[in-house]
Structures are given as C-alpha cells and as structure tokens.
C-alpha cells in the first residue's frame, strides 16, 4: 500500500522552545506518530541512537522504538549511528531543520518492523533507498489497521498492510484431515505473514499452524514491514522504497512429488505526508510475496496437499487537505 498525503500551508516548527534532551520515559503515551516525533524535533540532537521505550499512541500499544535525532543539513548515514540492532522494534530518525538525505541505502536491519523518518523542515529524498521487505513474522505483535498518525488522519483497511496467504487444502495420512491454513493478518506497520503446514506431533497429525513458521512442508513468507515519511515543509527528489512480502518457501516432504509450498507474506505500506507540496519520484513497491501454485501427493498414503496463495498487494492511494496541529 502506498499511501501519500500533502498537508497543505501547514508549519509544526518548535521556534521559541528551549532545548532539552528528549527523555522518553517522560513521555509514554501520545495523541499521534507525529507528535512524538515532533516533541523529538524540538529536542537536542542525539550522538546516536537512543533506545525508547513502549509507546502508546492514541491509547494504542505500538511497541518499542528507538530514536535518533540529527540537526539536519546533509547528514552523512552510519547504520550503527541511525539504528539500534534490537529485534521487533521500530525505528525513528528526526532531522530537526530542512534534510538532504544521503544517497545510499538507508533502511534500518532485518529487524525492525517499520522505519519513520521526519523532517521539521523541507526534505530532499536525494535517491536514497529504503528496503523494508520481509519483516513479520506471526509470532510478534501487529497492531490492527487503525492507527493516529496526526491529529486529524487515522488508518484504516484501505491504506494499511495488507494479510498474509493462505495455503491449499490439506488430506493429512490416512485421508483424515483436510483444512486450510489462514495467513496472518496485515495492520499498519506490518504485513501479515503467509501461511504454512506443520508436521505435528506424527504423520497422523499434521496440522495447520495458522501463521507461524512451519517445516516439512511448506514455510509462510515474512509480512513486510512499513515506511512513515512526514515532513513539516516540501517532499523532494527520489526514492526507491520497497515493502514486499517474502515468497513461500517449500521445505520438502520425503519422496513427495510436486511442490508444496507456504503462502506468500503481504505487502506493507508507504505513508508520505507534508505540509507543502509532494514533488517526488522514484520506486514506491509494495508486492505481496507468491505462494507454491502447484500440489502434491505423498506415495501410497492419501496424503495430499494444495498449493499456496500469494500475499496482498494493497492499493496506491493519495489524499490532500490534512493538516497537523
């Protein structure tokens, strides 16, 4: 999902506030994404990065995050510097003045659900890029598709994430279980992972194992994760952005013939937002990963399996008129 908002005439500046550091435990609950990370932008700038702490946005529980905040200008990017190594998180990077991003990749690791990056200012994309594909797993918390992101705009199912794959239906040993098994649901920062089919505790008792990881026969696609830009002032230049489910992977089943693979992950979402004009360009994708299209059989057994479905690939949608606080 692509999402794209321009905020029109708008200016969030924090002229005339002191500066201090930013001290999260202060500040654990807020009314929206922007509001933190606008509180962070009239706060002095970090070294490096900072570890946050569980943030409540809107009475909702996003999860933990770390921060960094630079003063803006042409930041030179050091991943260690922008991003902590710390799984299941998300990251925030602040630019406290009109940014020229470095020309590089600059996505934070595998391990981060969703990257958000804010400018209290104009900011230039200046063709850097930003990978956030394969990032969920079922066994962590998504939060569902409504989320405040300022004080006037919230999420929904139209511009979230979107779900995980389904696999095909199963006749377990014996001819005595069929079923399919359900992909994860998509939310906000993530997309839902594909699903898969898991051994169980005997041949007799395979099982789906709704949107975990799964072995033997098939193993779900990783949800991508999402990307938040918001800018006080202009958008510019280009950007690759990529938020991709994984594919379904097959992870074989003795002499089985055919293939029988797990679901796809669903893609993840763009939000773009600023309160002059939007001018840029470049690659914005946001696929769901495939899933195994083919089915199998398992020798003399009955045992059978179907093949996966690939994850959703949300909308590109753009809306004018928000505005911040």
């Not at 321009?6 to 500040?27: D, H, M, R, W, Y």
């Not at 932008?41 to 946005?57: D, P, R």
């Not at 992977?249 to 992950?265: D, H, P, W």
């Not at 937002?273 to 495939?290: A, K, L």
């Amino acid at each position: 999902m692509v999402f794209a908002v321009t905020l029109i005439g708008q200016n969030a500046g924090s002229g005339g506030v002191k500066e201090t550091p930013f001290v999260p435990e202060e500040i654990p609950s807020v009314e929206s994404l922007y509001s933190i990370m606008s509180l962070m932008s009239g706060s002095l700038a970090t070294e490096s990065v900072k570890q946050g702490i569980t943030l409540t946005v809107d009475g909702k529980n996003t999860g933990i995050y770390d921060y960094y905040i630079n003063d803006g200008g042409t930041p030179s990017f050091d991943s260690s510097t922008w991003y902590t190594t710390d799984s299941g998180q998300h990251s925030i990077v602040v630019f406290k003045a009109d940014t020229t991003l470095p020309t590089v990749n600059i996505s934070p690791g595998n391990n981060k659900y969703s990257c958000m990056i804010f400018c209290n200012g104009n900011l230039n994309l200046n063709g850097c890029t930003i990978n956030m594909n394969a990032r969920y797993s079922g066994a962590h918390n998504n939060l569902s598709d409504a989320l405040r992101i300022t004080s006037g705009f919230v999420t929904s199912d139209s511009n979230a994430a979107q779900n995980g794959g389904n696999t095909g239906s199963i006749n377990a040993w014996g001819g005595n279980r069929k079923g399919t098994s359900l992909g994860g649901a998509g939310g906000v920062f993530c997309g839902g992972q594909g699903a898969g089919w898991d051994k169980g505790l005997s041949r007799g008792e395979y099982h789906d194992n709704g949107r975990y990881e799964s072995y033997r026969i098939g193993k779900g696609g990783r949800g991508a994760g999402s990307v938040f830009i918001i800018a006080t002032g202009n958008i510019s230049g280009a950007a690759t952005i990529n938020c991709n489910g994984e594919n379904g992977q097959y992870l074989g089943l003795g002499s089985a013939s055919g293939s029988g693979y797990g679901a796809g992950g669903g893609g993840g979402a763009i939000f773009m937002f600023c309160g002059g004009s939007d001018t840029s360009t470049g690659t914005r994708s946001v696929s769901g990963g495939s899933g195994g299209g083919q089915t199998g059989s398992y020798g003399p057994s009955g045992f059978s399996y179907g093949g996966a479905a690939g994850g959703k690939t949300g909308k590109t949608t753009s809306y004018s008129g928000q505005s911040f606080p």
